[in-house]
């Protein structure tokens, strides 16, 4: 019996590390960052951080909207599934306390992201192709923005 425990206990360990090695050191130091910050507010506020409850990890939430974007907010979300993952607990993130803050918390701060303009247009008008090129480039050299004749 104690043989078996000693199995388990070791594949528990090696699972545990393949989750830890299946994330680059760079997301893994974003996550360790991220974690830090909520086990800051569990500390300040006298929440359990490990293993949280859905309602701390809610709360934390609508602390998060009142000064980070959203892309920020599901970044220190993911950041907590990963802390618990990585220490063998389980979060579950679609429980309603916390989906349905995240939710309203989208709908009050949004979740916009700033689209880059594109480099190259292309557009026939009538029997006129015509190319043109973004302001950027314009900017660069005037002889970037053409009409061009068609193909005949």
Not at 54 to 73: C, G, N, R
Not at 130 to 137: C, K, M, T
């Amino acid at each position: 019996m104690n043989n078996i425990i000693t199995k388990i206990s070791n594949l528990e360990a090696e699972t545990i590390q393949n989750i830890k090695s299946s994330k680059a050191s760079n997301t893994l130091r974003a996550y360790k960052s991220d974690f830090r910050d909520f086990e800051k507010f569990c500390i300040e506020y006298n929440f359990k951080s490990m293993p949280a409850e859905p309602k701390t990890i809610s709360l934390y939430l609508t602390f998060l909207s009142k000064q980070a974007k959203f892309s920020t907010i599901k970044r220190r979300l993911a950041s907590i599934k990963v802390f618990h993952s990585m220490t063998g607990n389980y979060i579950d993130l679609k429980h309603p306390t916390i989906n349905e803050n995240l939710v309203s918390i989208r709908r009050k701060i949004g979740s916009f992201q700033k689209a880059k303009k594109p480099l190259v247009g292309l557009g026939v008008v009538g029997t006129k192709i015509l190319i043109i090129f973004s302001p950027i480039l314009s900017e660069i050299s005037p002889l970037l923005t053409l009409v061009a004749k068609p193909i005949e």
